[in-house]
């Protein structure tokens, strides 16, 4: 009868202590211990065998229900903590496909704040059923609320269809939504490109991806880098876009040769052409060069820079400025072409107006063609044909043909006040 009683007592203590879920291991071993010492006998070998083998391991899946966010009061046990061995997180959408599933060796379940303290834990992120990103972290911690998936710790996500590789200490995973973002010492890497930002969103479906805060893309072919608080990459088509003032660096031999900046930018990878918008302006440092159009297209590889739109273009040495409708330069071979309404200003308030103007850096040479109109202030000067050739800068000009239909040329020396022929 005593034994009854006590076999009694023993019952309901395992229901009351696995209902509080505390402390399964050392509950089980004290049990036994009790156990054996109220009678060595035979009767209760099969029972001690089974309670043993519920010593060996806690194997299983994290429920997926836990709360993000929830906060343990001080006075609570640490007997609330529980670890599993070869846990899964895993979640599935409405029709039974996988949204995630993440594996990890060892992971330390709190209940309170019901996050799982996942060592080593590797697994997928799921988009209509295919893997879209694989992670994999040294140390996480672990959210789940059956939408979205958080982890804290040292991330690396890697996209299997087009290589890309986000590298942060904060991930979440809102399949929903058809978002991922990755933040805190955001590093992304492909073979494209190469950025750093506080914070990547990523639509997985699009394929399209937004970085903000303290952006730095650089590129290897060609060597660029591009600076802005916002951008955004289409994967697939191969562009970057961003919305707001924008640098673009480019280097030669990892020594910078060329700037531009503007309020907006677009860089196709593929061609190697960079759109500059809005207050679009290049700094050239061989020749020192400045260029200024409201839309300007620069093909980096090429080196080549043209707009449709008015353009302002000074050398900065030669302190000359021309202004014209449009115009393009080819920068190794240091030669500008201008079109519609030229006008060229020297140092000494000296001009030459046309309809087009070839511009040869190197030997300082200008090439005028259309309505040409020469202007000097010291001796006071104006001069018309259709055609001029000379040195801006030094006022040697040679003006070709007149209104009146006769060939005419006329040379201004400025040193002999001028000669007409």
């Known amino acids: 009868m005593q034994h009854q009683q006590g076999k009694k007592n023993l019952r309901g203590n395992f229901r009351n202590q696995g209902e509080n879920n505390i402390n399964f291991p050392h509950f089980f071993l004290s049990r036994i211990l009790n156990l054996l010492q109220l009678k060595k006998t035979w009767r209760y070998l099969p029972l001690t065998i089974c309670l043993l083998i519920g010593l060996v391991g806690c194997r299983g899946r994290i429920p997926t229900n836990a709360k993000p966010g929830a906060s343990a009061s001080p006075g609570q046990d640490e007997n609330s903590k529980l670890?599993?061995?070869?846990?899964?997180f895993e979640q599935f959408d409405e029709v039974g496909r996988p949204i995630w599933k993440v594996n990890a060796?060892?992971?330390?379940?709190?209940?309170?704040?019901?996050?799982?303290?996942?060592?080593?834990?590797?697994?997928?992120?799921?988009?209509?059923?295919?893997?879209?990103?694989?992670i994999t972290a040294e140390k996480a911690d672990i959210e789940q609320d059956g939408k979205q998936l958080f982890l804290k710790g040292k991330i690396v996500a890697t996209d299997p269809r087009n290589g890309i590789v986000l590298r942060g200490n904060e991930l979440e995973w809102r399949?929903?939504?058809?978002?991922?973002?990755?933040?805190?010492?955001?590093q992304g890497t492909h073979k494209q490109l190469q950025a750093v930002a506080r914070e990547a969103k990523v639509k997985t479906r699009e394929q399209r991806m937004e970085f903000s805060g303290g952006v730095v893309a650089t590129s290897a072919d060609p060597q660029v880098q591009m600076k802005t608080e916002h951008l955004l990459w289409q994967i697939k088509a191969e562009k970057l876009i961003g919305d707001r003032p924008v640098q673009i660096d480019h280097y030669k031999n990892n020594q910078l040769s060329d700037?531009?900046?503007?309020?907006?930018?677009?860089?196709?990878?593929?061609?190697?052409?960079?759109?500059?918008?809005?207050?679009?302006q290049i700094e050239l440092l061989n020749p020192p060069m400045q260029?200024?159009?409201?839309?300007?297209?620069?093909?980096?590889?090429?080196?080549?820079?043209?707009?449709?739109?008015?353009?302002?273009?000074?050398?900065?040495?030669?302190?000359?400025?021309v202004t014209a409708n449009q115009g393009e330069m080819k920068i190794p071979q240091k030669t500008v072409y201008l079109t519609g309404n030229v006008n060229a200003i020297g140092q000494r308030r000296q001009s030459l107006q046309s309809q087009t103007l070839t511009w040869f850096l190197d030997n300082k040479l200008v090439e005028?063609?259309?309505?040409?109109?020469?202007?000097?202030?010291?001796?006071?000067?104006?001069?018309?044909?259709d055609t001029a050739v000379g040195n801006l800068q030094t006022e040697n000009i040679v003006v070709k043909g007149g209104n009146t239909g006769n060939r005419v040329v006329t040379e201004i020396i400025p040193q002999e006040r001028g000669r007409r022929e």
């Open 83 to 88: 670890t599993f061995f070869g846990v899964a």
């Open 105 to 134: 060796k060892q992971a330390k379940y709190t209940k309170e704040k019901q996050i799982g303290e996942a060592e080593n834990p590797s697994g997928e992120l799921y988009q209509d059923g295919k893997v879209v990103y694989q």
């Open 175 to 186: 399949p929903k939504e058809d978002l991922l973002i990755v933040r805190n010492q955001l």
């Open 259 to 280: 700037r531009g900046t503007g309020n907006a930018a677009e860089v196709d990878l593929k061609t190697k052409i960079a759109t500059l918008k809005q207050n679009a």
């Open 291 to 321: 260029i200024t159009s409201n839309s300007i297209n620069w093909n980096i590889n090429a080196e080549n820079l043209t707009t449709n739109s008015p353009i302002r273009v000074v050398h900065k040495a030669e302190n000359v400025t």
């Open 368 to 385: 005028a063609q259309g309505n040409v109109v020469y202007q000097q202030a010291e001796p006071r000067l104006t001069f018309t044909g």
